[in-house]
Nanobody
Framework: VQLVESGGGLVQPGGSLRLSCAVS????????MSWYRQAPGKERESVAT????????NYADSVKGRFTISEDTAKNMVYLEMNSLKPEDTAVYYC????????WGQGTQVTVSS
């Protein structure tokens, strides 16, 4: 099982980024997938969740209306489109299954700063 996140970087407030998560070792469409983030000194939190088979998405209040999670089941990929980024979105972002966690990937750093 391997999770490889990419797409992070340094962006100004109000900017956008698109994160990608390449999954191997299990089929994403069989699980509820989530993007998590961990800011310095804080616990890891789930910010967006998707179950494509059930046509279900859910977002933390802090990102609702700004982030969009999606999934390409044919490619076994999960994405996070992030718009109107704020400094408080600065964190390392990870993808994983919701609940039935597997080993974490290395994550991708998102820094929102002017």
């Amino acid at each position: 099982v391997q999770l490889v996140e990419s797409g992070g970087g340094l962006v100004q407030p109000g900017g956008s980024l698109r994160l990608s998560c390449a999954v191997s070792g299990f089929t994403t469409r069989l699980y509820v997938m989530s993007w998590y983030r961990q800011a310095p000194g804080k616990e890891r939190e789930s910010v967006a969740t998707i179950h494509s088979v059930g046509d279900y998405t859910n977002y933390a209040d802090s990102v609702k209306g700004r982030f969009t999670i999606s999934e390409d089941t044919a490619k076994n990929m999960v994405y996070l489109e992030m718009n109107s980024l704020k400094p408080e979105d600065t964190a390392v972002y990870y993808c994983n299954r919701l609940g039935a966690l597997v080993s974490w990937g290395q994550g991708t750093q998102v820094t929102v700063s002017s």
